[in-house]
């Protein structure tokens, strides 16, 4: 059996949507009573954030993943994960150094949005997410535009994760103001689909989809892909 090694913490929210969602999407495949096997190194947010946030330190950011990660390979873990999509920010030079293949998180959606046949998709995330190269690398590369929100729209929803999602704080004025803003990224720039680039967002943005845009739940794809690696022979 193949174990999966899971960075969580990041935030600690989303990491319980991690775990229970493996051990559902395994258990519904192989209906054999069994269960995944699963280490989470649970690192502490503070210290990624200060790397990060404050310091932008994308050095330290990527050392101090790769410290986790090594704990998962000590573990016994054959593959692992990031529970966020901030940290992909350093996925590519993480990816080289790990002691074990990591699954990326924007690879997956954009895997998914090429099946799904979407062109033009809106990004919504943290503030780094939202104006970093690490999604918009990737999917250019397939020919899939990502559009974002104005500057305005960006500090609301990067403060609105960072104060109330990654606590698990979930407001209903929040979620309206959320539609709102992807009523106007596909007024402003046709998009035919959303990314939820916060392993938080599918939070309060349960919806499938909203007045005709699918949201593609970056959380259910990148778990889906980490159970397709747990039952692969």
Do not use: W
């Not at 999407?25 to 200060?50: E, H, M, W």
């Not at 150094?97 to 998709?121: D, F, N, Q, W, Y």
């Not at 974002?148 to 994760?161: A, C, G």
Request: glycine residues 8%; aromatic residues 6%; contains cysteine.
């Amino acid at each position: 059996m193949k174990t999966v090694g899971i960075i969580g913490g990041i935030g600690p929210e989303s990491t319980l949507e991690y775990y229970r969602q493996i051990i559902a999407s395994y258990r519904r495949q192989k209906q054999d009573g069994s269960y995944p096997s699963i280490v989470i190194n649970s690192v502490p947010l503070d210290k990624l954030l200060d790397c990060l946030m404050v310091r932008n330190d994308l050095v330290a950011v990527t050392d101090y993943l790769l410290a986790g990660v090594q704990k998962l390979a000590d573990a016994g873990a054959d593959f692992g994960a990031l529970t966020a999509n901030t940290p992909h920010l350093v996925f590519d030079e993480l990816n080289r150094r790990s002691p074990i293949p990591l699954i990326s998180i924007v690879e997956t959606a954009c895997e998914s949005a090429r099946a799904m046949g979407l062109k033009h998709l809106g990004l919504l995330g943290t503030r780094p997410t939202m104006q970093g190269r690490f999604y918009p690398d990737v999917f250019n590369r397939e020919g899939i535009a990502l559009s974002v929100p104005p500057p305005d729209e960006q500090t609301y929803i990067h403060d609105k994760y960072m104060s109330e999602l990654i606590h698990g704080i979930v407001l209903p004025e929040t979620h309206e103001r959320l539609l709102q803003i992807v009523d106007q990224l596909r007024d402003l720039h046709r998009i035919d689909g959303l990314i939820l680039g916060g392993t938080e967002l599918p939070l309060i943005l349960r919806e499938a989809s909203h007045n005709g845009i699918p949201f593609l739940d970056t959380t259910k794809l990148h778990v889906e892909r980490i159970v397709v690696r747990l039952l692969s022979s």
